[in-house]
């Protein structure tokens, strides 16, 4: 079954990290602010709790969203048409200049959520490969069902393996609702582990990790397994 699987494109990275709570005040926010606009356009939008800038969205809807509050910053590319190593460049260069502004010393926990979707060659809908490929939902099991699908997925959460490695991985793989030829698979990776600002290896690092989990997983996952002998 994985060979009916067309490669994957990124849909959405949002990275939020922690770090320990700042006294930040309108001063630091407006400098973010203007180091940002000498890389793009951001519009400049003030929270309950920080501030928020974000790009206008192009033709194709996609849009940069940076939000800092005391303790987190995150930064989003949702959607987008990048590429995991281009949008993993360009969330470190947002990083640069968030940091450049404010003094913060190092990120607590990071959070990664990345979306991406994988077209299924010579499939025509998601939802009855996912059922009757992966799941081997028996035909008389839906029966009685008036209403049809919308969707339909699975989720898997992987806990910590070890005291020395505090990640989680929350994986969902399901068929996109938008576009039923098409499975949409989305991974919260979380990793809790301090990192001081300026080793922006291990973020990438990090990033890769939660790219390849979510990439590798998903198409064991989607393999699917052998119809029963008769």
């Given at each position: 079954?994985?060979?009916?699987?067309?490669?994957?494109?990124?849909?959405?990275?949002?990275?939020?990290?922690?770090?320990?709570?700042?006294?930040?005040?309108?001063?630091?926010?407006?400098?973010?602010?203007?180091?940002?606009?000498?890389?793009?356009?951001?519009?400049?939008?003030?929270?309950?709790?920080?501030?928020?800038?974000?790009?206008?969205?192009?033709?194709?809807?996609?849009?940069?969203?940076?939000?800092?509050?005391?303790?987190?910053?995150?930064?989003?590319?949702?959607?987008?048409?990048?590429?995991?190593?281009?949008?993993?460049?360009?969330?470190?260069?947002?990083?640069?200049?968030?940091?450049?502004?404010?003094?913060?010393?190092?990120?607590?926990?990071?959070?990664?959520?990345?979306?991406?979707?994988?077209?299924?060659?010579?499939?025509?809908?998601?939802?009855?490969?996912?059922?009757?490929?992966?799941?081997?939902?028996?035909?008389?099991?839906?029966?009685?069902?008036?209403?049809?699908?919308?969707?339909?997925?699975?989720?898997?959460?992987?806990?910590?393996?070890?005291?020395?490695d505090l990640s989680t991985h929350d994986?969902?793989?399901?068929?996109?609702?938008?576009?039923?030829?098409?499975?949409?698979?989305?991974?919260?990776?979380?990793?809790?582990?301090?990192?001081?600002?300026?080793?922006?290896?291990?973020?990438?690092?990090?990033?890769?990790?939660?790219?390849?989990?979510?990439?590798?997983?998903?198409?064991?996952?989607?393999?699917?397994?052998?119809?029963?002998?008769?």
């Amino acid at each position: 079954m994985e060979s009916m699987l067309g490669p994957a494109s990124l849909l959405a990275q949002i990275s939020t990290l922690r770090f320990p709570p700042a006294g930040l005040n309108a001063g630091h926010y407006r400098e973010v602010f203007n180091r940002l606009s000498q890389v793009g356009t951001f519009n400049y939008l003030i929270t309950c709790d920080g501030v928020e800038l974000a790009s206008p969205a192009t033709e194709s809807g996609a849009s940069v969203k940076v939000t800092l509050v005391k303790d987190a910053v995150t930064v989003s590319f949702d959607p987008t048409t990048k590429s995991a190593e281009f949008a993993a460049e360009e969330l470190i260069g947002i990083l640069k200049e968030v940091t450049g502004a404010i003094p913060l010393p190092v990120f607590v926990h990071q959070v990664h959520v990345l979306r991406k979707t994988l077209p299924l060659q010579g499939q025509t809908d998601a939802r009855q490969f996912i059922m009757n490929e992966v799941l081997r939902m028996e035909p008389e099991r839906l029966q009685g069902w008036e209403r049809g699908f919308g969707s339909v997925g699975v989720r898997f959460v992987f806990p910590p393996q070890k005291m020395e490695d505090l990640s989680t991985h929350d994986l969902k793989v399901e068929s996109f609702f938008q576009d039923a030829t098409k499975i949409f698979i989305e991974d919260t990776a979380s990793f809790l582990v301090p990192v001081p600002v300026g080793q922006w290896d291990t973020l990438k690092t990090n990033l890769a990790e939660a790219n390849r989990f979510m990439d590798e997983y998903s198409r064991v996952l989607l393999k699917g397994r052998p119809a029963p002998e008769t």
